[in-house]
């Protein structure tokens, strides 16, 4: 079928030509067969106002056209045992090097995932540690505040409880200078 294709082409180059030739000697206009070629016929339609048109009648292909135009097959070489051993001890080498590549692969892929997650448990890891650590640098503070606090409170009882005795005594002698 290519090949009848590539003839219409060729053909339909050398039929334009051929038209002008002809149109050149012949100014009339013909319905009869144009051109005959071996698988076609070309047969010219009433004129257009844009150009002359044509009708291409392809014929079937003959028997005798398909011996012409078929290529002869290489010939056949005798395979040998030894060229059979030889194609699937490849064949077998070329599975076995694809299954370990792919293996390889599969290795690497879990090596990559076992290190993210070991990456992923160390970051949350230092991230407890951090927390706790902050945590308990906040607890200190919050305990070493709470015993200054107590501390200040205490020394103002303290002071409280001078002065209530200083208040007393001074009472005391009041009470005994006028009675």
Known sequence: MAKTATAYKEKMKELSV????????????RNKLVCEFEDMEVKPINKRASGQAFEVILKPQSPVSDAVHSLP???????????IQKKLEAADERRRSQEAQVLRALAEKRDHERDVL???MEENSNFSKMAEEKLQMKMDQIKEN?????????ERLQEKE????????????????TA
């Open 73 to 83: 097959s290489p010939p056949k070489r005798d395979i040998s045992l030894e060229d």
């Open 118 to 120: 070991m990456k992923a």
């Open 146 to 154: 709470r015993e200054a606090h107590l501390a200040a409170m205490m």
């Open 18 to 29: 051929l038209s002008l030739i002809c149109s050149c000697f012949y100014p009339e206009t």
């Open 162 to 177: 001078k002065h209530a005795a200083v208040v007393r005594r001074n009472k005391e002698i009041r009470e005994e200078l």
